[in-house]
């Protein structure tokens, strides 16, 4: 049997299209502002993504006709999404088209709105995820994910949304608990999210958009 099984992992990154997505960043962002920061957050996530060592390629699933063309122009493989399904169903979706060529492919979800992250960070928790068959990694609030994998013919099964951290538990992944790995749990919902993320370090396009308040 051919396993194709090798140590580089797909990663499967999903994105609302940008009018609706990051409603919660509204208050401090804008209307106008809002879905450009959107954009930003998933350039600076795949960029960091696709320098990730451990990272062979990268699926965004989205039906963005302008984030799938920035994302693409980065190395991204931009998929469609399926209508009216939902996040989990994206996900599942972006699996199958990762393992439609390589069926034992491992594979992790990561989410779009990390625009902090470290590609070091990322290897770390992808080291640690291959010990196990599912793994995932709790936001930095504990309460969501931002990272699942699934091994060499394991299923993902994802279930994120919300309090997912205890869904994904009870679900049998492992729980990764790293230090050091904060840029990879820094999702941002909010203005205090993304000032969160500004102490660690915003990627360039996410910085260029979200200036400190003068002071
Ligand atoms: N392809 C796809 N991605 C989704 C969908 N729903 C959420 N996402 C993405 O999943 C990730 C986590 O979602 P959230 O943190 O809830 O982001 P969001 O839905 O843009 O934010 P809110 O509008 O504030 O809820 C982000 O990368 C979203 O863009 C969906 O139906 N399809
Ligand atoms: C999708 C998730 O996050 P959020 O709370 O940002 O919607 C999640 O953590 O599963």
Known sequence: MNT???????????LKPLALAKSRLAAAAGAR?????????????VDAVLN????????????DPAA???????????VPDLPAEGLNAALAHGVRAVRAGRPYARVAALNADLPALRPAELTRVLDAARNFPRAFLADAAEIG???L???PGVELEPAFGGASRLRHLS????????????SVRRDVDTGADLEEARALGLGPRTAA???PVAG
Do not use: N
């Open 4 to 14: 194709d099984t090798d140590d580089d992992w797909s990663l499967v990154v999903p």
């Open 33 to 45: 502002l809002r879905p450009r920061l959107a954009l930003a957050f998933a350039e600076d996530t």
């Open 52 to 63: 990730c060592a451990r990272v062979r390629d990268v699926v965004v699933v989205t039906d």
């Open 68 to 78: 799938g063309a920035a994302l693409a122009a980065l190395g991204a493989r931009v």
């Open 145 to 147: 994910t931002t990272f």
């Open 149 to 151: 994998s699934a091994g």
């Open 171 to 182: 679900s049998g992944a492992v729980e990764i608990r790293l230090a050091g790995v904060d």
């Open 209 to 211: 958009r979200w200036l």
